[in-house]
């Protein structure tokens, strides 16, 4: 029988994470929607350069969303939390989202599916390539999130979903790269990335001195 603490994260704490997680969405497609005129919200505009708004939002939130995930483990060792698990494999199937979003967009209405265009880019933008490679690596993760592939894969699925540290690197990398002149906020994402793998270096490296540390023996 489930326990009080497994109806909340079921019944209230997974929806209202899910509900979170679509207001990027649901603010990019109602900025779309007022800016073709069907729908009356003006605070919804998206200014001047709508689509670039649009790429900008679902990139931010496919980072925003990376690094919560990767802050699910700090903080659930920090409080002693275990059900804080429970919501990481949500937070990460949502950036995935994001990030198909934010590559759909790109290769849409901002490119507008045109090869020519983009292989000009990539070449003239070299962080474009770094972005692509973390949508590559974030599939494999996406397809295995699932309970039966954790099963089928045992401790394999662990070794490859390492690479979401990778894949969070380069999606800040990505975004610096982009940023011409003012890289104060690529510079916060970073340091929030570079916190939350020192942290997980220290833990590692705590945990290696201890068991490497010789027991004294006991009096007898």
Same mark, same amino acid.
């Given at each position: *029988?489930?326990?009080?603490?497994?109806?909340?994260?079921?019944?209230?704490? @997974?929806?209202?994470?899910?509900?979170?997680?679509?207001?990027?969405?649901?603010?990019?497609?109602?900025?779309?929607?007022?800016?073709?005129?069907?729908?009356?919200?003006?605070?919804?505009?998206?200014?001047?350069?709508?689509?670039? @708004?649009?790429?900008?939002?679902?990139?931010?939130?496919?980072?925003?969303?990376?690094?919560? $995930?990767?802050?699910? #483990?700090?903080?659930? !060792?920090? #409080?002693?939390?275990?059900?804080?698990?429970?919501?990481?494999? *949500?937070?990460?199937?949502?950036?995935?989202?994001?990030?198909?979003?934010?590559?759909?967009?790109?290769?849409?209405?901002? !490119?507008?599916?045109?090869?020519?265009?983009?292989? &000009?880019?990539?070449? &003239?933008?070299?962080?474009?390539?770094?972005?692509f490679a973390a949508l590559l690596m974030l599939v494999p993760l996406a397809i295995t999130s699932t309970n039966a592939m *954790?099963?089928?894969?045992?401790?394999?699925?662990?070794?490859?979903?390492?690479?979401?540290?990778?894949?969070?690197?380069?999606?800040?990398?990505?975004?610096?790269?982009?940023? &011409?002149?003012?890289?104060?906020?690529?510079?916060?994402?970073?340091?929030?990335?570079?916190?939350?793998?020192?942290?997980?270096?220290? @833990?590692?490296?705590?945990?290696?001195?201890?068991?490497? $540390?010789? $027991?004294?023996?006991?009096? #007898?």
């Amino acid at each position: *029988m489930a326990s009080a603490i497994d109806r909340r994260y079921r019944f209230i704490y @997974k929806p209202l994470l899910f509900l979170a997680c679509l207001v990027p969405f649901a603010w990019a497609l109602g900025g779309v929607l007022a800016g073709s005129g069907l729908l009356h919200a003006p605070q919804l505009d998206l200014g001047a350069d709508p689509v670039r @708004k649009v790429l900008g939002i679902v990139g931010k939130t496919t980072l925003n969303l990376l690094l919560i $995930t990767l802050a699910v #483990t700090p903080l659930r !060792q920090l #409080t002693g939390n275990a059900h804080l698990l429970r919501l990481r494999r *949500m937070l990460g199937v949502f950036a995935f989202f994001y990030a198909c979003l934010h590559f759909l967009v790109y290769v849409g209405p901002f !490119q507008a599916f045109s090869a020519d265009a983009i292989v &000009k880019d990539i070449v &003239k933008r070299p962080y474009i390539t770094l972005g692509f490679a973390a949508l590559l690596m974030l599939v494999p993760l996406a397809i295995t999130s699932t309970n039966a592939m *954790m099963r089928r894969l045992k401790r394999r699925w662990q070794s490859l979903h390492r690479l979401i540290y990778l894949i969070a690197i380069l999606g800040v990398w990505h975004y610096w790269w982009q940023v &011409k002149k003012d890289v104060r906020e690529p510079l916060i994402y970073a340091a929030i990335l570079a916190a939350l793998l020192g942290w997980r270096l220290w @833990k590692r490296w705590s945990a290696t001195s201890r068991s490497a $540390t010789p $027991t004294a023996p006991e009096r #007898t």
